[in-house]
């Protein structure tokens, strides 16, 4: 993808478009034979308007002024966009966003669309809605290059499917004929676990209990923003809670309040009885907090270390990692090689840096670690983000033993088969509030969807009538 | 499996030492260059170097300033590790330097107290002074580029205004050096007497404590790993527990402790007093030798004699007729070429191995499955 895009070069093979050969050496190149790339992660200025963040670096097109709004009005129409060009970007929500992002692309005459991961951040409504432009772009003539780890996403949207592990084609799928099983057998390799939990471990033992958790935080206009309000719930030994709800609607700092990082105005956090609200985060690793972030890059790993000085972060003063004030080296590296050999990552060694290793390994790694110190509170954001299936259901499974062994988990994640198939309990979170609750042995996706956008609230009850 | 283990490390060895040797050769190249563009030998040049470089006499002087160049590249190096520029070591040393050069030549008492309390004054004065740079930092955060500049500054200012005869400074005999009182003889570090090479300075002893120090905290420790944790990712520091502000206070204080050292030898083994001919931008001199050296004990250690090899000899150059200027020119060139190596050298290691794993874990996974096709 990277190489399609230009961002890298290959060491042999070609790529033609349109029949001829070509080689990429910069985006640019690939801009100018007309593949253009939205990102998993947006790439657009939220103090800017819509024209502006499109005409941005392509200034030479269509100029700054009228012609470009009308160029961009014509584009959103042609393909059903609803683009608005003077509406500033922090104004829009996550899936006018993208459609800004596709517009973009399409402005600089793009006629190859790569996404990457698209569906990530949408609910389900969204995403539909994403599916028709997607169809619009197709029945204009325009190719799309639709990068998916959601198997029912892809057999719904594609014409034809590749199936790629492990950097190489293992095969390619008529998705009219295709069940999503084979796919995913496929793209494993074998068959492939659902993430369902056996029957309920829950206890009646509170592990952590968040009480009335208030965090505000002043911006540069010096406008005060509540991120999170009221925020109350108890997990207990043997729970999984689920919180579903789009992203950057308080998830991430919620983690981060619990985990010491942040520091909250108002509210109680309570672990296995003890007030934890303003300990800093090394105590309460040590009082047993597991910790697999969001973001594994920026909060999980060091990416330039080797991996056992990453399975040294953020337990250095446990053991088997340190005695009194001393590194053990020896044992911190013996350790590693276990949690190598009991959590499958798939690495050549213990001495190669954690950024050569891919995404769901370094995720295997992290859990291994997190596991390895016996947590009383597992708390896993989007932990299957960005991994392979492989390793999905590894990451699952090791959810479902830290379930088993009596933890309590809280689990954050913008996939909501995996939330559904995993939470004993699941709270919805919008704009910072835990607006509803729903039983995830009936709820089904799209009910969940809707509460995630804040169109329902209060307790969620399955209705039969919803059921496609 | 295991071979291909010893055969990253094997190779990640290979890399490490390409790049200083790529630098050096490149430096050859320019400095080369340069000599011809003066019209003259540039052979002669470096074999009149190796030869006087490595002579006897030579050898002692290039320890001794060694010694300073080794202190001053490990204060830059523990700023270096924490992501934090220190530049203000030099400011911090030459305080340090003029605060227990005033101690010592006040104090009385027997060596064996006096001149542990020196050091120890010094290095208090060139932590406080840096510190002041650490918490404007953590509290208010401002760039330590920019206040450790400004505190050299003060410090160059508060030097000249107390260093004045009638204050804490008084004139030489010959009425053009102010200096401070100078150390009694009982104060003065002990050395080696290496007779006609000359005399080798005993702080080097304390140089190598601290450089094997600076190994053990920074590889050994729990507080080393936190220190370098924060260096390499203050979001993945302060995930796992670490308190970043903290560090960062705590880490300049260090680096400025250590810069504190740097006078010392000159000081407590050559001048005895603080005058305004106190040899000054060692400071500066240490953040090259850090880059150099990589930040590793030994790298520091071999980059600093380095550094003093090339002063010693490039001083006798002059007296061969050739243009003085050509040390700059030779250390200019290295440190640049020296920090485009590492950077070339480290993407391309990086890159290197990535692909390994991935050749080696495609290898593995072909072996039991086959392509399989589903239509």
């Known amino acids: 993808m990277k190489i399609l895009y230009g961002m890298q070069q290959p060491d042999e093979g070609t790529i033609k478009v349109n029949g001829e050969p070509v080689t990429f050496s910069n985006p640019g190149d690939a801009i100018a034979r007309g593949i253009g790339m939205v990102h998993q992660h947006f790439m657009l200025a939220d103090n800017l308007t819509v024209l502006e963040n499109v005409v941005l670096g392509a200034e030479k097109l269509y100029g700054i002024g009228g012609k470009a709004r009308t160029k961009i009005k014509e584009i959103s129409d042609a393909y059903g966009l609803g683009v608005r060009p003077d509406v500033l970007v922090e104004a829009l929500g996550v899936a006018d966003r993208q459609r800004v992002e596709i517009l973009k692309v399409l402005y600089r005459g793009a006629r190859t669309l790569i996404l990457d991961e698209p569906t990530a951040v949408l609910v389900p409504q969204e995403v539909d809605a994403l599916f028709d432009n997607l169809r619009e772009l197709k029945a204009e003539g325009l190719t799309v290059i639709f990068i998916s780890h959601k198997l029912g996403e892809v057999l719904s949207v594609a014409d034809e499917i590749t199936v790629i592990r492990r950097g190489t084609t293992v095969g390619t799928a008529e998705p009219r004929s295709t069940t999503s099983k084979q796919l995913a057998e496929m793209m494993v390799g074998s068959e492939l676990p659902t993430p369902e939990t056996e029957e309920s471990t829950v206890t009646d033992v509170p592990m952590l209990t968040v009480d009335k958790l208030h965090l505000s935080q002043t911006d540069l206009d010096g406008v005060e923003r509540i991120i999170l309000d009221e925020i109350s719930f108890t997990i207990h030994k043997g729970e999984v809670l689920g919180i579903a709800g789009v992203e950057g609607n308080g998830q991430s700092e919620l983690v981060e309040a619990i985990m010491g990082m942040r520091n909250p105005d108002a509210g109680v956090v309570t672990l296995d009885g003890d007030d934890i609200s303003h300990t800093p985060t090394r105590r309460r690793r040590e009082a047993g907090v597991g910790y697999i972030p969001e973001d594994r890059h920026r909060h999980g790993l060091l990416l330039e270390a080797p991996l056992w000085e990453n399975r040294i972060l953020g337990h250095v003063t446990e053991r088997p990692n340190s005695r009194g004030g001393l590194l053990d080296i020896k044992a911190a590296r013996t350790d590693t090689e276990r949690i190598v050999r009991d959590y499958d990552v798939r690495t050549p060694g213990i001495e190669v840096t954690a950024a050569s290793l891919s995404g769901g390994n370094q995720q295997k790694l992290i859990v291994g670690r997190e596991m390895s110190h016996n947590p009383k509170l597992l708390i896993a954001a989007h932990p299957t983000r960005g991994v392979d299936v492989g390793a999905q259901a590894a990451i699952w499974d090791y959810i479902r033993e830290a379930r088993r062994e009596g933890m309590a988990v809280l689990l954050i994640s913008a996939d909501l088969d995996e939330l559904i198939g995993l939470s004993d309990t699941l709270r919805v979170m919008y704009r910072g509030r835990l607006v509803a609750d729903a039983d995830p042995a009936t709820i089904t996706p799209e009910e969940l969807g809707s509460a995630m956008t804040g169109a329902a609230s209060g307790h969620l009850e399955h209705t039969e009538d919803d059921e496609r | ?375």
């Not at chain 2, 060694?66 to 203000?88: K, S």
């Not at chain 2, 200012?157 to 150390?183: N, R």
């Open chain 2, 1 to 375: 499996m295991k071979k291909l283990t010893s055969r990253i490390d094997k190779e990640r060895l290979l890399l490490g030492i390409a790049a200083p040797l790529l630098a050096i050769v490149a430096a050859l190249v320019v400095t080369t260059l340069v000599i011809l563009a003066t019209g003259k030998n540039p052979g002669d040049a470096f074999s009149d170097m190796v030869t006087y470089g490595f002579a006897s006499d030579s050898q002692v002087y290039i320890l001794n300033k060694a010694t300073t160049y080794y202190l001053a590249g490990v204060a830059v190096a523990i700023g270096f590790r924490m992501n934090l520029f220190n530049i203000g070591v030099d400011g911090q040393y030459r305080l340090a330097a003029f605060v227990a050069a005033v101690l010592g030549g006040a104090l009385t008492v027997p060596g064996w107290i006096a001149i542990p309390l020196i050091v120890i004054c010094a290095m208090a004065t060139g932590a406080l002074w840096a510190a002041i740079a650490g918490v404007l930092k953590v509290t208010r955060g401002v760039s330590e580029v920019i206040s450790t500049i400004m505190l050299n500054s003060i410090a160059t200012a508060i030097i000249a205004y107390l260093l004045q005869p009638g204050k804490l400074g008084q004139l030489d005999q010959a009425g053009t050096l102010v200096s401070t009182k100078p150390l009694p003889s009982s104060s003065y570090f002990f050395s080696i007497d290496t007779g006609p090479a000359g005399v080798l300075w005993g702080f080097f002893v304390i140089a190598v404590v601290v450089g094997v120090g600076y190994w053990f905290v920074l590889g050994r420790t729990r507080f080393g790993f936190d220190l370098r944790t924060v260096g390499q990712s203050d979001t993945a520091a302060a995930a796992s527990g670490v308190g970043v502000k903290k560090m960062v206070a705590t880490s300049m204080i260090i680096s400025g402790a250590v810069a504190g050292l740097i006078g010392m030898p000159t000081l407590l083994n050559d001048s005895h007093q603080f005058s305004n001919d106190f040899p000054a931008g060692i400071g500066f001199t240490g953040i090259a030798i850090a880059l150099l050296g990589r930040n590793s004990p030994i790298g520091i250690a071999l980059g600093a004699l380095l550094w003093g090899f090339l002063e010693r000899t490039t001083n006798h150059l002059e007296f061969q007729g050739y243009d003085k200027e050509i040390l700059g020119v030779i250390q200019g060139v290295i440190v640049l070429c020296v920090v485009i190596a590492y950077e070339v050298v480290r993407r391309y290691g990086l890159k290197r191995q990535q692909q390994r794993v991935g050749a080696e874990l495609a290898a593995q996974a072909a072996a039991p499955t086959k392509k399989q096709e589903v239509a």
